[in-house]
């Protein structure tokens, strides 16, 4: 090995390690990364990963298989078809993103066999694993306590949510079935109603790209980061005009806000007394957040910190 090095030319370093307790190792692999062309790697990152999930029979293989034009994942009217996840790199009509078919999740209660166990397990790993998800519902059930587990998942994973309305081909529509049924799903995701909903037919194939764009552009917001100067010029300004209760007598002061540099929103207040800092207070600074910056489909995590 170190002859061929040699006859290629290279110069040789020698790095002391030790594979018991790792000494040396990372300076090792500190080397090995700066030897490799930055443009031999793939920078996986920059593609948005967009899972599809829901309960099973909704029509995530079929959106998927819509989407790419090519039956490449079964579909079929048994429940619990898909029984793993599956990705693919979608670059069709300009688009560059990976797409995650995955298994339908059920209420735990209902999970009685390992098969089924392991899948939703597999599921919850997809929905950590992507950067956006496309939560599907049926048009003819509305939401259930299922598609709101799922939702609320994730939420707490701190992932970019749109909601995609399918089987709309199959409902009778009236003028008013859209803002009515937007509404009802609106009532039943609450407090988190900041999310866009897009109604859709895998089948017929209608609006699904208008679903992607939407799903993209929850990435994007994601993504979003509002300088320090504008957080605090925005925000400050509406803690003056409604300041925290005082508590106990005591006056709680915002002095500063800033986002932090994290994968998914997430903003410090620094004050003097954090802790007093109660629930529908923090529920206003997300309004105005939300108001006032564009970060549809998206959880904002708030930090308060003593300063
Ligand atoms: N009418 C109508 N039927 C649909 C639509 N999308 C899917 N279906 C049907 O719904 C059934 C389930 O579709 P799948 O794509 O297998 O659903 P899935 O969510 O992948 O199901 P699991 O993998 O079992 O979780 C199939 O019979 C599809 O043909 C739609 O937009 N309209
Ligand atoms: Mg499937």
């Not at 587990?149 to 089987?167: D, L, M, Q, W, Y």
Request: charge should be positive.
């Amino acid at each position: 090995m170190s002859a061929d090095i040699y006859s290629l030319g290279f110069k040789s370093e020698v790095f002391p390690i030790s594979a018991n307790n790792g000494y040396g190792t990372g300076e090792l692999l500190d080397k090995l990364a700066s030897l490799i062309p930055s443009d031999s790697i793939e920078i996986d990152d920059e593609i948005p990963r967009i899972s599809v999930v829901g309960k099973p029979n909704v029509g995530k293989s079929s959106l998927i298989n819509a989407l790419t034009g090519e039956e490449r994942f079964i579909v079929s009217d048994v429940s619990g078809t898909t029984r793993d996840s599956a990705d693919l790199l979608y670059n069709q009509f300009g688009y560059n993103l990976r797409l995650v078919d995955t298994a339908g999740l059920r209420k735990m209660k209902k999970v009685n066999d390992d098969l089924e166990f392991y899948s939703t397990l597999r599921t919850r790993r997809a929905i950590e694993n992507s950067d956006i998800c496309i939560l599907l519902i049926d048009a003819e059930e509305g939401v259930t306590k299922q598609d709101l587990a799922i939702f609320f998942e994730i939420i707490e994973a701190k992932k970019a949510v749109v909601i995609g309305v399918n089987k709309w081909d199959r409902l009778e529509k009236s003028n008013s079935s859209y803002t009515e049924v937007q509404r009802k799903i609106l009532e039943q995701i609450r407090p988190f109603t900041d999310v866009d909903i897009e109604f859709i037919s895998a089948t017929s194939k209608q609006r699904i790209h208008r679903l992607l764009d939407l799903a993209l552009e929850a990435g994007e917001n994601r993504k979003r980061k509002i300088p320090t100067s504008k957080v605090n010029d925005v925000l400050l300004e509406q803690i003056e005009a409604y300041p925290p209760p005082a508590l106990k007598g005591k006056y709680v002061r915002i002095k500063f806000v800033r986002q932090l540099p994290t994968h998914s929103p997430t903003f410090a207040f620094y004050c003097n007394l954090p802790q007093y800092i109660k629930d529908p207070y923090k529920r206003y600074l997300e309004n105005k957040i939300r108001e006032s910056f564009k970060f549809t489909g998206v959880p904002i995590s708030l930090f308060f910190r003593k300063k």
